[in-house]
């Protein structure tokens, strides 16, 4: 089994930043992409972000300039850095990893709020 928990979510004021962190254990050789999603209110979940193992990074239009992702590959972990919070980023962040088990399964985060105030 595989867990990925995410840590860093919170309130802040718009302009502001945060810190999103996710961490995979479990059983499993290795990880390929890893990367960020999120939910607002009364919207479908929408892609935030994703970094393949190679170090290549695809971004929404939404938060490009804005946000940073990275990875620690030593410690299966992903992290994602989000300066000039807007109203807008308010939402569910839930962290995605595509794990080698060896067949390739992906997995979800639980999901962390990051609410961005006015």
């Known amino acids: 089994q595989v867990q990925l928990v995410e840590s860093g979510g919170g309130l802040v004021q718009a302009g502001g930043s945060l810190r999103l962190s996710c961490a995979a254990s479990?059983?499993?050789?290795?990880?390929?992409?890893m990367g960020w999603y999120r939910q607002a209110p009364g919207k479908q979940r929408e892609l935030v972000t994703v970094?393949?193992?190679?170090?290549?990074?695809n971004y929404a239009d939404s938060v490009k300039g804005r946000f940073t992702i990275s990875r620690d590959h030593a410690k299966n972990a992903v992290y994602l850095q989000m300066n000039s919070l807007k109203p807008e980023d308010t939402a569910v962040y839930y962290c995605?990893?595509?794990?080698?088990?060896?067949?390739?399964?992906?997995?979800w985060g639980q999901g962390t709020q990051v609410t961005v105030s006015s």
């Open positions: 479990g059983s499993f050789f290795s990880i390929n992409a």
């Open positions: 995605n990893a595509v794990v080698i088990r060896p067949r390739e399964y992906t997995y």
């Open positions: 970094i393949t193992r190679g170090g290549n990074t």
